[in-house]
């Protein structure tokens, strides 16, 4: 089973390294009594503290195994590769490289690959409204530093 390469850490920051896109079919999830094949999360890895995501590769014709629900995450759904169906309270939609799906917490969510070839997806999960509670703008109100020293 392939696992996740840390590169750096330090004080402010963790850099890891998940290898090429075409390897994430190596990984598997340990989920309960389910392992399910090509799904690795990021997130613990990351030390993130505000968010998790995860890489998924389905073969053709495979879908994402189950509808789900999440108790305060909303997730955005990447299509990086391939074609399949997306599929949130029983509506279905074609998504292909390029899609960007964002599901509320409620939202009974999967994804299947139609096409021929692998499809690969990233998704990023957060507490949802997060931003409304405080009026924190999207942008964080960045702060520039010091000149870039390349």
Known sequence: MKTIETIKNGKN????????FNEVKDYVLPLGNVEIPGKVFVGQALQATGSELSFQTLVSGQDSGFLHTHK?????????KGKGEYQVDGELFPVSEGSI??????????????????????CIQYKANSFAEDDTPASDGVILNDELKW
């Open 72 to 80: 305060t995450h909303e997730e955005l759904y990447f299509i990086l």
């Open 13 to 20: 920051f963790t850099a890891v390294n998940v290898g090429k």
């Open 101 to 122: 799906i964002r599901v509320a917490p409620d939202g009974k969510r999967a994804l299947k690959n139609t096409g021929n070839d692998e499809m690969l997806m990233l």
